[in-house]
Nanobody
Framework: QVQIVESGGDLVQPGESLRLSCVVS????????MSWYRQAPGKEREWVAS???????DYSESVKGRFTISRESTENTVYLQMDNLKPEDTATYYC???????WGQGTQVTVSS
């Protein structure tokens, strides 16, 4: 059974950093694209960043220059390095893998002074 597990969320102050991790297990093939999404209370889930095995990395305008997505392709693992965090980054962060319909449980990031 495929499982997606996100971790690394925490309560931090504005300007601080966090590194999120996502591991996909039970899928016996390399995943071409892995992405991060986030959902703030009362808002729709939004795309944050994506990484492909071709080496492309894309970011939403709201996080470009502050967040960095990276992955270990052999392990179907993806990371999200988040620097200079802002209160508007507060959300539950989810990992999404291509060819897999399910979502993980998410990890909570709260940025507050």
């Amino acid at each position: 059974q495929v499982q997606i597990v996100e971790s690394g969320g925490d309560l931090v102050q504005p300007g601080e950093s966090l590194r999120l991790s996502c591991v996909v297990s039970g899928f016996h093939d390399r995943i071409y694209m892995m992405s991060w999404y986030r959902q703030a209370p009362g808002k729709e889930r939004e795309w944050v960043a994506s990484s492909t095995l071709a080496g492309t990395r894309d970011y939403s305008e709201s996080v470009k220059g502050r967040f960095t997505i990276s992955r270990e392709s052999t392990e179907n693992t993806v990371y999200l390095q988040m620097d200079n965090l802002k209160p508007e980054d507060t959300a539950t962060y989810y990992c999404k893998a291509s060819r897999i319909d399910s979502w993980g449980q998410g990890t909570q990031v709260t940025v507050s002074s």
